[in-house]
């Protein structure tokens, strides 16, 4: 089975794709990712709608509210990761479907991730134009 999230060798929390683990990254300085088969929980409370990703965010949301009922919506919300990420670096105002447009090819490049590690902090990365 492919990967579903990735997962903080570091943690353990699972990630539903590669800017959550560079946010993750960013924010605790861990780097060591893989990809995972298991699936990022996804709990909604029936009474407001709050989408809770772990049974402690579901208890805290429980005794700051009163809201005890949670729908498990994890099996409709699973779809295979991609660790494909786009070439421009993030806060380049370049929309990379108007470059490939006007590229002439009629293709859009993007790069793939050959390795599980996440390009942040400078971290060395295998990558090849796909």
Same mark, same amino acid.
């Given at each position: 089975m492919a990967?579903?999230?990735? %997962?903080?060798g570091?943690?353990?929390?699972?990630l %539903?794709?590669v800017e959550e683990?560079q946010e993750?990254?960013? +924010?605790?300085?861990?780097?060591?990712?893989m990809e995972?088969t $298991?699936a990022?929980?996804? +709990?909604v409370c029936v009474?407001?709608?709050?989408?809770c990703?772990? #049974?402690?965010e579901?208890?805290?949301h429980?005794k700051r509210?009163?809201h005890?009922?949670?729908m498990? #919506?994890?099996? $409709?919300?699973? %779809?295979?990761?991609t660790?494909?990420v786009? #070439?421009t670096? #993030?806060?380049d105002?370049?929309d990379m $479907?108007? /470059? /490939?447009?006007?590229?002439?090819s009629?293709?859009k490049e993007?790069?793939?991730?050959?390795?599980?590690?996440? +390009?942040?902090?400078? +971290?060395s990365v295998?990558?090849?134009?796909?």
């Amino acid at each position: 089975m492919a990967g579903v999230s990735l %997962k903080c060798g570091d943690c353990g929390t699972l990630l %539903k794709s590669v800017e959550e683990a560079q946010e993750h990254a960013d +924010l605790t300085t861990h780097i060591n990712f893989m990809e995972s088969t $298991e699936a990022v929980l996804n +709990l909604v409370c029936v009474a407001c709608g709050k989408p809770c990703r772990s #049974k402690i965010e579901s208890d805290l949301h429980t005794k700051r509210t009163g809201h005890t009922e949670f729908m498990d #919506k994890t099996a $409709e919300a699973v %779809k295979p990761i991609t660790l494909e990420v786009s #070439k421009t670096p #993030k806060g380049d105002d370049v929309d990379m $479907e108007e /470059a /490939a447009e006007g590229s002439g090819s009629g293709q859009k490049e993007v790069w793939r991730v050959e390795c599980h590690w996440i +390009l942040t902090h400078g +971290l060395s990365v295998i990558i090849a134009v796909a």
